[in-house]
């Protein structure tokens, strides 16, 4: 069944909320500080970008997946471009003061979580499998961890290999450790792509970003 929040509402509310970002960026590089993104702010951009999204926009996205009481009533096309105007916008300014690379396609900001599990059904089979490697993998590769548990359960047969948000700049592989590491991972990747750095950690270097936040937590520079 055709879902709304696909037909353009998620769409749209991203469009908004990587809008705030590149706002932020632009207000730091004016007042000469160094951005701080975290948890709690990206929260309330969230929130700020959900006022954004217009209710014709929504009631357009309803229309599009069939909800309607109404059947005569004229489809319209979802507005998932609004907003883009002042996101090409901010864009185009972060770049003539160099927070972004001139080479850099906005089209690949906009996508960077194209490939991130969003599925409710495979999100569940990823927490069983979570559980069942912390109980009896010891360790075990967690792509054979996830095929033997579907097949104990009867699932279907599925390619974890396609989970995995990879990114050509070495993203660490999520799929392969654990919840916490998701968590480290947007926070850290949010702060190299909005300050303009190069992706400079791996895998490798998980342990030490979490201790690292755990320490900004309790010093409260990280809430």
């Known amino acids: 069944m055709s879902q709304p929040c696909d037909q353009g509402i998620i769409q749209n509310l991203k469009v908004h909320y990587r809008r705030f970002l590149l706002v932020e960026r632009i207000k ?79 089209m690949d900001y906009m996508d960077v979580d194209a490939d991130v599990i969003t599925v409710i059904a495979k999100a569940n089979q990823v927490c069983k499998v979570n559980k069942k490697q912390t109980e009896k993998s010891k360790g075990q590769d967690i792509q054979v961890v996830i095929l033997d548990c579907n097949v104990q359960r009867g699932y279907e047969a599925l390619d ?34 909005t300050q303009g750095r190069e992706i400079d950690f791996s895998q490798e270097t998980m342990d030490n970003l979490r201790e690292k936040m755990s320490i900004e937590i309790r010093r409260g520079e990280l809430t």
């Open 160 to 193: 974890p290999t396609n989970w995995l948000a990879m990114n050509k700049k070495n993203i660490p592989m999520q799929a392969k450790t654990n919840g916490n590491d998701c968590g480290v991972f947007v926070c850290q990747y949010a702060e190299c792509v």
């Open 28 to 106: 730091v590089i004016d007042d000469k500080k160094d951005i701080l993104i975290n948890l709690l702010s990206a929260l309330h951009n969230l929130r700020r970008a959900w006022t954004e999204v217009k209710p014709q926009t929504i009631a357009n996205c309803f229309r599009h997946a069939k909800f309607v009481i109404n059947q005569e009533v004229e489809e319209t096309v979802a507005d998932e471009a609004d907003g883009m105007d002042e996101l090409l916008n901010a864009w185009g300014n972060l770049q003539l003061l160099g927070g972004i690379n001139k080479e850099a396609a906005m």
